[in-house]
């Protein structure tokens, strides 16, 4: 059993921070690329940032230079930086990895439960 537990969402102002954390957790031999994803209301969930388990980086055009996505490999968990948050950033949050199991070696991708960010005045 693999799991993903996601913290850190809220309610900021514009213009303020957030740091969202997501920890996998189980049956893990190997973790390769982790990412971030959200879904505003009424719109398709779509990717914000992607690490590999080498710590290249890719992000989304709306979010280069305000977001940053870190991992820490001994901790089995992946961070994402909200800086300069704008009213559309507001949307729930999803942790996605890539996982080999330990159990029976399958490579699956999983998902967190989401953690809603809110960025009103």
């Known amino acids: 059993q693999v799991q993903l537990v996601e913290s850190g969402g809220g309610l900021v102002q514009p213009g303020g921070s957030l740091r969202l954390s997501c920890a996998a957790s189980?049956?893990?031999?190997?973790?390769?690329?982790m990412g971030w994803y959200r879904q505003a209301p009424g719109k398709q969930r779509e990717l914000v940032a992607i690490?590999?388990?080498?710590?290249?980086?890719n992000y989304a055009d709306s979010v280069k230079g305000r977001f940053t996505i870190s991992r820490d490999n001994a901790k089995n968990t992946v961070y994402l930086q909200l800086n300069s948050l704008k009213p559309e950033d507001t949307a729930v949050y999803y942790c996605n990895s890539r996982i080999q199991r330990a159990t029976d070696s399958n490579i699956a991708n999983y998902w967190g439960q989401g953690t809603q960010v809110t960025v009103s005045s």
């Open positions: 189980g049956s893990i031999f190997s973790i390769y690329a």
């Open positions: 690490i590999t388990s080498g710590g290249s980086t």
